[in-house]
């Protein structure tokens, strides 16, 4: 019975399950609640954190390239002609 439930709370463990739990505790300032935050991310040694971070950076910036490509697309469609400095 233990194994059989340790092996269905491993299934829920999916990207959206935990994007879910972190997003259910940022507070509204916009950070980790404090418990949270230091019970989650005392998990990851330093070198961790800092390939999460490095993750989470290359997703910031591919999000604003992308977004950058929606308004070029938008003002071109307008007649506008972009040229990057």
Known sequence: MFHQS???MADNLTPAA?????????SNRG????VFGSQFLSK???EELEM???SIRKEMEGRKEAEI????ELLGGMGYDL???
């Open 44 to 46: 990851f040694d330093a």
């Open 31 to 34: 950070v980790l609640k404090s």
């Open 69 to 72: 490509e929606r308004y070029r």
């Open 18 to 26: 935990i994007a879910k739990k972190i997003k259910e505790n940022l």
């Open 83 to 85: 040229v990057k400095k």
């Open 52 to 54: 999460l971070a490095n």
């Open 6 to 8: 340790i092996l269905n």
